[in-house]
């Protein structure tokens, strides 16, 4: 069967604002997933889209309950979408259970995908300790739809489970060359569970970066990995090189944590306005 038509001349890409869709969870308190997501787009002069891939309940103290939605309904809405407007890059965040992930491998082993970058996110545990990512799909999740990345944003817990062995900030970058050398992805190997002041490292074209930064004593960190994976597909989007996106959009972060609102009585969320 033929696959659905989209179109060759987006609404809002030929005007010049690109489009970034994200495919993540909501975030009922609007500090993390879709909300965050589509905050940052709009910060950035993307246009954001978005397709859910799960509902939560949450607000800053936490998650206590997860529900994934129907994968079928799910791929209907992005079939639907595409025929319209279609994205430059794709930004990935919570999946669910393992029949989204494989609907998530259905929609991106289109041969329409190939030139869209994908940005995945690898969120496998909410910070809180609830399950966003059914760890029975994990070794899909690595083999099938890791490869369709551009780039991955994991955590150092997050990349130890993809690369199945301990990662320290000593050895993040030898452990780094090793792991990425046959992998068609860059990585942003996010230093935050590093003790100390933090680095991260970035991996691309068998090249490892870091980026030491001191840490911000603040609580308020919610969906900072959310708003980093969003920067980072914004300034893709706007046409940016890997490293000069993933600069740009950690320098984003900081200032969004630094100046962040205060809001909530746990983990409150960042100022997703921040100014560099």
């Known amino acids: 069967m033929a696959e659905p038509h989209f179109p060759l001349h987006t609404p809002g890409a030929a005007a010049g604002q690109p489009l970034v869709l994200s495919f993540s969870g909501s975030d009922p ?6 909300e965050a ?17 799960l509902l939560t309940v949450q607000n800053t103290t936490g998650v206590r309950r997860v529900k994934t939605l129907e994968p079928d309904f799910f791929e209907e809405q992005v079939e639907f979408l595409l025929e319209d407007m279609f994205p430059s890059v794709i930004k990935i965040g919570a999946i ?14 289109q041969k329409r995908m190939d030139g869209v970058k994908v940005v995945v996110d690898t969120v496998l545990n909410s910070t809180s300790g609830a399950s966003l990512f059914d ?42 060359l090793a792991f990425g050398r046959d992998k068609p992805y860059a990585i942003l190997l996010k230093g935050g569970h590093f003790p100390g002041d933090p680095t991260d490292f970035l ?26 994976a969003s920067a980072v597909a914004a300034n893709l989007a706007l046409g940016m090189e ?19 609102p205060g809001l909530g009585s746990g983990r409150g969320p960042l100022n997703f306005n921040a100014v560099v």
């Open 29 to 34: 308190s609007g500090g993390a997933g879709l």
């Open 242 to 260: 890997v490293t000069d996106a993933v600069i740009k959009a950690r320098a984003y972060v900081r200032e969004a944590i630094r100046t962040n």
């Open 135 to 176: 760890m029975r799909g994990l070794a899909d999740f690595i083999d099938r739809l890791l490869p369709r990345a551009f780039i991955i944003t994991p955590n150092v817990l997050e990349f130890d489970l993809i690369s199945g062995k301990p990662t320290t900030e000593a050895n993040a970058a030898a452990h780094l």
């Open 37 to 53: 997501d589509l905050k940052t787009f709009q910060h950035h002069g993307v246009f954001g889209m978005a397709v859910p891939t």
């Open 96 to 109: 669910g259970d393992k029949r989204m992930l494989q609907a998530l491998i259905r929609i991106l082993s």
């Open 203 to 228: 991996y691309n074209r068998q090249t490892v970066r870091n980026f030491p930064s001191q840490r911000i004593d603040t609580p308020h960190t919610h969906g900072t990995g959310c708003a980093l």
